[in-house]
């Protein structure tokens, strides 16, 4: 069965500097997409950020990025620059290839301002 | 605007009684989703569909039950088998593939 892993349950970062969540997932398939996704104190879920498993770039989207390594099964999330407006819980998830999500149990991150 | 709308936003149940929770798209979006979420853990699917009068069981369907008659709406059914059903519930939808899924703000039930 796959799996995702978030090991990180609480991260802390100061306002305006960088921070990396970790995400670690298990799977036997080749073909695969990988997200993560935020959800501030209001519970609505938002897309951050997708990767293609055959893609070798990493994804960015403004101030934050991944660092997909698939040989590691490994897809971490990079904001930089934090902002107030970050603080969240970040769930990263897995996409199969009967098009369902695996959820990760969620980082929460703080901003310190 | 195009969105997801679940209603409502806070519900109650009374003991052996069953509730339905709302969930409406106008995304034109293929498939649609249902998740439940607990304190401290990820989402797990409860019932997805991915086309008109057709879906399917996720990971924890016990105690529910859904339609979808319209593309554009699928309710879910909280039963009275369903013995722990306190959680917040969120509904997405997606276009057929490798699409991310869209969801709605969540309805949060209680048992009084």
């Known amino acids: 069965a796959q799996t995702v892993t978030q090991s990180q349950p609480e991260m802390s970062v100061q306002e305006a500097e960088t921070v990396t969540l970790s995400c670690t997932y298990d799977t036997s398939e080749s073909d695969y997409y990988l997200f993560w996704y935020k959800q501030p104190p209001s519970r609505q879920m938002i897309l951050v950020i997708r990767q293609e498993a055959y893609k070798q770039q990493n994804a960015t989207e403004n101030r934050f990025s991944v660092n997909f390594q698939k040989a590691a099964k490994s897809f971490s999330l990079k904001i930089s620059d934090s902002q107030l407006g970050d603080a969240a819980m970040y769930f990263c998830a897995f996409m199969d290839s009967n098009y369902q999500l695996i959820w990760g149990a969620g980082t929460k991150l703080i901003i310190k301002p | 605007d195009g969105g997801i709308t679940q209603s409502p936003k806070y519900l109650f149940r009374k003991e052996g009684q069953n509730v339905t929770l709302s969930c409406e798209q106008n995304l034109n979006h293929d498939a649609m989703y249902w998740y439940r979420q607990d304190p401290g853990q990820g989402l797990r699917l409860i019932y997805y569909?991915?086309?008109?009068?057709?879906?399917q069981k996720g990971d924890i369907a016990e105690g529910y039950s859904v339609s979808r008659e319209k593309k554009e709406s699928f309710p879910l059914t909280v039963t009275s088998a369903q013995k722990n059903p306190t959680a917040f519930y969120l509904c997405a939808s997606s276009p057929q593939g490798y699409q991310p899924q869209h969801f709605g703000d969540g309805t949060r039930l209680s048992i009084l």
């Open positions: 569909s991915q086309i008109v009068n057709d879906f």
